[in-house]
């Protein structure tokens, strides 16, 4: 079953970035499906689902995207990493938790792009009009998908 | 879940943990290996990115039908299905009319174009917020190369910055990282057009005594960027001229409307290359 799903969402989850979501995006931004998979495996299925699952996705996304041929692979596998630790010492988890954990991890990311030269010279103008917007759609989704997830995958245990 | 990690999975995260390594230490090589690691993975991404880029158009008919449809009133339900049906099959029709219209002109345009270049179609957009681009369903199999520029019959697009056997990825030139020289075509003064986060577009380094002024239309010089000399860019909105800087900066209104992108050019060669004239009869040897 879950060899299955991390097929899927490798298969899947780029070409519905990269196509359907435009028809979700606010102002152009849209949420980065990506950071939440990598975020919600690494909390779901542990540290290594994470990092292994943030390094695919992040490189896919590096294939379709303009930028540098890094920059997705290492901030998803920073995600994945991340999210396995917060998931391992989190007893309790609802989406009110969810909630600083995809926020904090969207910012850190969207500040690694701002590093890598993503934003040009208009740095301010790249965190108001994309960083932030990006964080909260992004945070939005991670627990709309936490709320859906949780009781399945919490119940039976089986990514864990 | 260190502990329960199989054998497999270890040597799946020392690779991972390898090849984030290599991203730190080695960069410039390291971008070479994941670019040749990532050609078979972009192609078999690529299947599903068509489909779902069909599948999303269709759906969107589909969705625009249903709204429609919804506004049918109960009592002449019968007859005004059959002209909803019928407004569909014409709405069809008029889609592929535009579609064939559209292809025509820019198979006439593609004949009369400056360059040589490749049509391709848009299948999605950039992966990320981040970067303003666009993925076309053509690749390294069309002759398409990165560094080349890319156009529609209105103006000019972006350039390609990677490329896949059968995909590949535009830089739009309202991305603050894309620079393309340009002219202002009636002083014929030259600057460096660039994007902005907010999706326009501006022209710097322009000379501070040039009389530029608003509505003069900016083309693109033929120097970089892919581009035959006086492809369209846009039309000057506003100018900036502050005390004491030494080049003045205009805002650009683009020619191309980006959100509506679906079918563009790829210019392969900037200059059109004449072909050779017919090699002349060999002359009779005279008995």
Redesign the interface.
Known sequence: MKPLLYVGLV??V???????L??LSVA???P?L?LVAACLIGFFG???DG??MG?LLG????????????I???TK?VIGLSA?VVG?YVARATPVTVFPMVLGLSVCSGIA?LFA??????TL??VR??LLP?AMFDTAVGMGLYWILAERFRKDDSLV | ??R??SGT?RV??AL?AL??SL??VL?KQ??TL??A??KP??D??AL??D???SA?HNA?EIWGRYVALRQVHEENRQLRREIEFLRGQAADLREMAAANQRLGELLRFQANAPAQTVAARV???????????V?LDKGERDGIQAEMGVMTLTGAVGRV??T?AS?S???LIT???NAVTSLIQRTRDEGII??????TVRMKYIPLLSTVRVGDPVVTSGLTGGFPKGVPVGTITNIQKDEGELFQTADVQPEVDFTKLEEVLVVTVPRRVEEPPAALPAEKKKP
């Open positions: 298969l899947g780029v070409p519905i970035q990269t196509t359907v435009d028809h152009g931004v849209r980065d990506c542990g540290l290594a990092v292994l390094v490189f896919e996304q590096d294939l379709f995207s303009a930028g540098d041929a890094w997705n692979l290492t596998a396995g391992r792009f030269g993503a934003g040009g010279q208009g103008a790249a009009s994309v990006q | 879940m260190f329960s990690t999975r799946l995260l991972c090849l984030l991203v730190f960069p390291s971008r994941l670019q690691i990532g993975l972009a078999i991404v599903p990115l489909v779902l880029s999303d969107g299948i999605g957009r950039d992966a990320t917020n981040w970067y303003h681009g993925v910055v990677k896949r995909s990825v535009v830089l991305d603050p990282n660039e994007g902005t986060f907010g999706g």
